[in-house]
């Protein structure tokens, strides 16, 4: 790959819109179902708030905008990924440039932009989408603060710092690292006593002030679902979870390049009197090291790192331009690029070697069948206007509000143990419906724990949604009279 600088950023635009137009035309085409957690967060955007029970806004707030301007189809709604992407891989090459150079700004970008997370989410809105955009924003602003101490510059981290704590919670560990690395540097530790950057500091926390205030006013509901979620209090050390973690990595990060930065973090030593590499690395070890810690004491899910690679990225690719080692930078981004491929194809390739999908061989299983689902139910809801759909999981609950239409916001979650589990859960009170009739939706034919509550049962019918041939969404649905309260 031959890289000036006069071309550098032409050939960035280039590789992110071809790769962009790539990723569009397979959402298009595939039009994959709804995902869980994206039907969830759409139905927040229908009561937008400063916070939601596991989660603050922002995510909220995209979908908000995305489908006020262009329709609440899953297609805006996945899109607002491949829009948010390229910002973010944009930002690493202008953090990579203001550090270094158009060569390393643009492998940088590059190799971000292709990692095989952000091919596989770039079909899916999430909570990290966000936070990745305005975690690599801040980082940008807060290395221009550091170079020229101007005072916009300051400020500008500190508002989209305090976006990135609006988009995840997560976002403190930015604040830690800073730290972490001004402690550190004999070069820039005066900042600890810079005014400006104390400044940045409560600027972000005045933009994060709503959610906290909301916060207070629902019990911290969001700090007692990350409590619950870390399942910190059961049972602790686990070195199975760590390494499966780690591992994990390999399929976020690329297999050659996470490779690279294990090596890095071998070798660091070498590298402690290079101040821009110790930035770099502390940015990233001290993210990939709080996460991995939460794997060994409890558990931790691979997409929990993903800031890490903001720095991660430009940390390899600056190590080995420097190092006149391009080509494996070029064999890790060749190999990226070669998982977007399979992530993508991935049916159409199992069927042209003749292996047949199963439940454990098709990664995405759970999302199939939301649709017909959703439309099976609509079909047989139709003839109950004056009935209110119920379901007992918070799945069930966001699929159906989502995917029968017209949408049934009022459709209500079973709670008999009246614990807060999820947005619904603290939202609705069934007790406030007695004396209603409902459309239950249930995963078992059985139903004895729920119509107790009810006058009457009826049993309407059976759904059966093949995948397949050992995996098969299947639902009954029952007709209950006069909800008497539990």
Not at 105 to 131: E, K, N
Request: hydrophobic residues 50%; aromatic residues 18%.
């Amino acid at each position: 790959m031959q890289i000036t600088h006069s071309n550098a950023g032409t050939q960035f635009i280039l590789f992110v819109v071809f790769i962009t137009l790539y990723r569009a035309m397979m959402l298009y085409l595939v039009n994959p179902d709804m995902y869980l957690d994206e039907a969830y967060y759409w139905i927040w955007s229908q009561n937008l708030d400063w916070g939601y029970y596991s989660k603050p806004p922002m995510v909220a707030w995209f979908i908000a905008i995305a489908t006020s301007l262009f329709g609440d189809s899953s297609l805006v709604i996945k899109s607002i990924s491949l829009a948010v992407y390229p910002l973010t891989a944009t930002m690493i090459y202008l953090s990579a440039k203001e550090l270094f150079d158009e060569k390393i700004a643009l492998y940088s970008g590059m190799l971000f932009f292709s990692l095989p997370a952000v091919s596989l989410s770039s079909m899916i809105i999430s909570t990290d989408v966000v936070l990745l955009l305005f975690w690599s924003l801040t980082f940008f602003y807060f290395i221009r603060a550091l170079n020229t101490n101007k005072m916009q510059y300051w400020i500008l981290a500190g508002i989209f710092g305090g976006l990135g704590l609006l988009s995840k919670y997560n976002m403190i560990l930015f604040v830690v690292s800073a730290f972490v690395y001004l402690i550190y540097s004999p070069t820039h530790r005066k900042m600890l006593t810079n005014k400006s950057f104390y400044l940045s500091l409560i600027i972000a926390a005045f933009v994060f002030l709503p959610n906290l205030i909301w916060n207070y006013n629902n019990e911290f509901i969001s700090f007692v679902h990350l409590k619950e979620i870390s399942q910190i209090e059961q049972k602790l050390f686990h070195f199975d979870k760590m390494f499966e973690f780690l591992g994990a990595q390999f399929g976020v990060f690329g297999p050659v390049s996470f490779g690279l930065l294990l090596y890095l973090f071998a070798t660091s030593y070498s590298h402690r009197k290079d101040e821009k590499f110790v930035l770099l690395f502390l940015f990233t070890i001290v993210f990939l090291g709080v996460i991995t810690l939460q794997a060994f004491l409890s558990r931790a899910f691979a997409n929990w790192a993903a800031p890490t690679y903001v720095t991660a990225s430009i940390l390899v690719v600056y190590v080995f331009v420097s190092k006149h080692k391009t080509k494996l930078l070029n064999w890790a981004i060749a190999i990226n690029l070669l998982l977007m491929v399979l992530i993508y194809h991935y049916e159409p390739i199992m069927n042209t070697l003749g292996i047949e999908l199963t439940k454990k061989r098709d990664p995405y299983a759970r999302i199939k069948g939301w649709k017909e689902f959703g439309q099976k139910v609509s079909d047989i809801y139709q003839a109950y206007p004056d009935h209110i759909l119920l379901a007992k999981k918070r799945k069930e609950v966001s699929e159906l509000i989502f995917y029968v239409r017209p949408h049934p916001f009022n459709t209500k979650i079973f709670n008999l143990e009246k614990k807060i589990k999820n947005y619904f859960h603290q939202n609705q009170n069934l007790n406030e419906q007695i004396g209603k009739n409902f459309i239950f939706v249930s995963k078992k034919k059985s139903i004895e724990d729920v119509s107790q509550y009810f006058k009457h049962t009826k049993f309407i019918k059976s759904i059966h949604i093949k995948i397949h041939k050992d995996y098969s969404r299947d639902y009954y649905l029952y007709k209950l009279t006069y909800f008497k309260g539990y």
